[in-house]
């Protein structure tokens, strides 16, 4: 039996694209719904929505804008002014969240902790950005009020003013 060259070395390539790709090539903002993260819902100027996450949470941090902005983009220096809400990974409650009370949150990006710093760089003002977030980019093992020991840290973080 003779085997055509070409074929077969079209077949190898093919299997080895996808063995990369089961092996974790995608990108991980692509595979975020297969991942367990939550799914991000709602209008622009409105309290958003969030679905409970699922699975064993991130080990790194992980960031998706779900509503793109069109104003001045957040830089390291930046002092924020946000609406954001707050989800436990571990419970799949929500923590806190600005919109209850109804005022934004303003604050140096630098005076916030490490996931936050990390991951909202690029926004931009009009924007969503779902940030999860690992305990090392968090609140540690120590935790913070409400925010229990190593906890994984979901926020959804409405951009609305940066200087």
């Known amino acids: 039996m003779k085997i055509n060259k ?11 694209i996808t063995s990369l790709t089961a092996c974790g090539g995608k990108d991980p903002v692509a595979d975020s719904a297969t991942a367990g993260l939550p799914a991000v819902a709602g209008n622009a100027g409105e309290a ?4 409970a996450p699922t699975g064993i949470p991130p080990t790194t941090l992980q960031t998706q804008d779900i509503i793109v902005g069109s104003g001045t ?9 946000v609406h954001y ?3 436990s990974w571990s419970t ?3 923590v806190e ?5 109804g005022q934004p949150a303003t604050f140096p990006l630098a005076n916030v902790i490490a996931g936050w710093q990390q991951g909202l760089p690029g926004a931009k003002v009009g924007g969503r950005r779902l940030l999860v977030i690992p305990a090392d980019l968090g609140y540690g093992p120590n935790g913070s009020g409400p925010i229990g020991p190593n906890e994984t840290l979901i926020f959804v973080v409405d951009i609305i003013g940066v200087s």
Not at 97 to 101: A, D, E, I
């Open 48 to 51: 958003p929505t969030i679905t």
């Open 92 to 94: 799949g409650t929500i």
């Open 73 to 81: 983009e957040v830089v390291a220096t930046s002092t924020l002014t």
């Open 97 to 101: 969240s600005s919109w209850t009370s």
């Open 6 to 16: 070409k074929l077969a070395i079209a077949a190898i390539l093919a299997l080895s």
């Open 85 to 87: 809400t707050l989800m």
